[in-house]
């Protein structure tokens, strides 16, 4: 059963402006990832966040986790065509606070557009 | 540092046949998880390994099988293959498992048709 909800499914902005991309989880997250994928290819690791209220950034991507630690969202500001692909947010078994491990749930992820 | 490695890009196969993946992780990870991901179910795991053990396994039929060496290498089976088998198959690989604050990495993935 798919425990991880992201919107939008798509997106197509214009170069220069900026996006979210949201995850929503119906349990406490404990490891929260977010990805690129190119179509077809590998994914590329972006940020990890555990922490309530963490946030993090990276070049252009901000990604912060809620207080709740069940909403994660992915901020890209001034997209560039670079930036497009799909983006993938998992989550290592929602509810279970266990320790991390290499078994991580996806969400149907997000296919992002930046026209130039 | 050598990133995750797989090993065959992309293969095609026909149906009743079987097929192996092999998976090179990041050179100190000792945990292997592969992934299957299609247009319509999605990214899906498959299992886990840690230290030469199966530490998780998804819900996939017994067809799809997994073993990992004592140099941390992986591979993945699938045996009398189907073509609904025909996915983009992921190895990712992290420094350990069961401890907060693990990163995962991923593969290229290794594209299998089946015909």
């Known amino acids: 059963s798919q425990e991880l909800e992201q919107s939008p499914q798509s997106l197509i902005v214009q170069e220069g402006k900026n996006l979210t991309i949201n995850c929503t989880s119906s349990?406490?997250?404990?490891?929260l990832y977010w990805y690129k994928q190119k179509y077809g290819e590998g994914l590329i690791f972006l940020m990890m966040l555990q922490k309530g209220g963490e946030e993090k950034s990276h070049e252009k991507i901000t990604a912060k986790l809620d207080e709740k630690k069940q909403q994660s969202s992915l901020h890209i500001t001034a997209s560039q065509p670079s930036h497009a692909g799909i983006y993938l947010c998992g989550a290592d078994g929602p509810g279970k606070g266990s320790g991390n491990t290499g078994k991580l749930i996806f969400g149907q992820g997000t296919t992002l557009q930046v026209k130039p | 540092k050598a990133g995750v490695t797989q090993t065959p890009r992309y293969l095609i196969k026909t149906r009743g046949q079987q097929v192996t993946l092999s998976c090179s992780p990041i050179?100190?990870?000792?945990?292997v998880s592969w992934y299957q991901q299609t247009p319509g179910q999605g990214l899906q795991f498959l299992f886990e390994?840690?230290?030469?053990?199966?530490?998780n396994k998804g819900n996939f039929p017994g067809r799809f099988s997994g073993r990992q060496f004592s140099n941390s290498r992986s591979e993945m089976n699938v045996s009398t293959l189907e073509l609904g088998d025909s996915a983009l198959y992921l190895c990712a690989s992290s420094l350990e498992t069961g401890t907060f604050g693990n990163t995962i990495y991923f593969g290229e993935g290794s594209w299998l048709t089946v015909v």
């Open positions: 390994y840690f230290s030469e053990t199966q530490r």
């Open positions: 050179s100190g990870h000792r945990s």
């Open positions: 349990k406490t997250l404990y490891g």
